[in-house]
């Protein structure tokens, strides 16, 4: 039973330029939240995916997005990057039913240059 | 204030010890409450949920005061394999926003 996958696992960027991150929900989850984990600081919630919808956001601005595919499995896009997007990004994934229990991927660590 | 207040740490304490973490919400509506564990570059992992009649998982044990708004984590007989962040976390009532603590560093020493 495959748990959540994200890719890539690193990379880095320069100012300015976009990014787009990916995430594959575990078998039988429907549901998708993605965070951003600052060093030294707990994950902040950006927002949550279920039915090809975002049914919630955070504190973020715009040029954070996203999007659910069929498959249940998620994209997150950063624009027009800058230095303090610097942070490692996790997607969990849960049951629509069940969004109490999360399951978390790997993440990915994105260095903004 | 933030959301989700805990004592940053760092504890150290010998293997053996008994060690609390306390962690307090601002929101009164929060309704659901838990703690993960996250070791040094790895993903937050569900530790164990809290109930309002506190909770025990072999040598944790987890209440809840909502009078007080606050939670904790009391962890017996540390082992090595302990050490790591210890995360908060809160959600609201009728919503789907999860809402993490900075977390608190535990290194448990030989």
């Known amino acids: 039973d495959a748990g959540v996958t994200q890719s890539p696992t690193h990379l880095i960027k320069t100012r300015g330029q976009q990014v787009t991150l990916r995430c594959s929900p575990k078998?039988?989850?429907?549901?998708v939240s993605w965070y951003q984990q600052a060093l030294g600081q707990g994950p902040q919630f950006i927002f949550q995916?279920?039915?090809?919808?975002?049914?919630q956001r955070g504190n973020f601005p715009d040029r954070f997005s996203g999007h659910q595919f069929p498959n249940y499995s998620s994209e997150l896009n950063v624009n027009a990057l800058l230095l303090g997007d610097s942070a490692l990004y996790l997607c969990?994934?849960?049951?629509?039913?069940?969004?109490?229990?999360?399951?978390f991927g790997p993440g990915t660590r994105l260095t903004v240059l | 204030r933030k959301e989700v207040e805990q004592d940053p740490g760092p504890f150290n304490v010998p293997e053996g010890a008994t060690v609390a973490f306390n962690c307090t919400y601002s929101?009164?509506?929060?309704?659901?409450f838990f703690w993960y564990r996250q070791d040094c570059r790895k993903e937050p992992k569900l530790l164990m949920s809290?109930?309002?009649s506190g909770n025990e998982d072999g040598r944790f044990t987890a209440q809840l005061n909502r009078a007080s708004q606050y939670i904790s984590l009391l962890i017996r007989d540390s082992k090595l394999s302990d050490s790591a962040t210890y995360l908060c976390?809160?959600?609201?009532?009728?919503?789907?926003?999860?809402?993490f603590g900075a977390g608190t560093r535990l290194f448990v020493k030989a």
């Open positions: 078998s039988g989850h429907d549901t």
């Open positions: 809290v109930y309002s």
């Open positions: 995916y279920y039915e090809e919808e975002e049914r």
């Open positions: 929101n009164s509506a929060s309704q659901s």
């Open positions: 969990a994934s849960s049951s629509g039913r069940l969004t109490d229990t999360q399951y």
């Open positions: 976390v809160v959600k609201n009532t009728g919503g789907f926003k999860t809402i």
